[in-house]
């Protein structure tokens, strides 16, 4: 059974740093894309960052590219997204998702296993 636990959200002044996890079990991890996305209030569910499991090959959207960081470590199963200058923008519930190929996607249909979500919020 696949699962995908985030933790590491929370609320922070605007310029500060949030470090999310996602710790993934039930995986096939050798063909496998590891994605963040986020859904602020009223709008649709967007891509921010995505890691190929094989080869830890990044991907990152517009608005959070020099900002944002995402990492996986093999032999927890996890990845992380560090958050630095984050900005009120940045406020969204933050997803984990995978997907079962060895190249990333940024549309949300193309992503079979998703996360709770872990809310981020970022004041200014």
């Known amino acids: 059974q696949v699962q995908l636990v985030e933790s590491g959200g929370g609320l922070v002044q605007a310029g500060g740093s949030l470090r999310l996890s996602c710790a993934a079990s039930g995986l096939t991890f050798s063909t496998l894309v590891m994605a963040w996305f986020r859904q602020a209030p009223g709008k649709e569910r967007e891509f921010v960052s995505g890691i190929r499991w094989s080869d830890a090959n990044a991907y990152y959207a517009d608005s959070v590219k020099g900002r944002f960081t995402i990492s996986r470590d093999s032999a927890q199963t996890t990845v992380y997204l560090q958050m630095n200058g984050l900005k009120p923008e940045d406020t969204a519930v933050y997803y984990c998702?995978?997907?079962?190929?060895?190249?990333?996607?940024?549309?949300?249909?193309?992503?079979?296993?998703w996360g709770q979500g872990t809310q981020v919020t970022v004041s200014s």
């Open positions: 998702a995978t997907r079962n190929r060895n190249y990333v996607q940024v549309t949300t249909k193309d992503y079979e296993y």
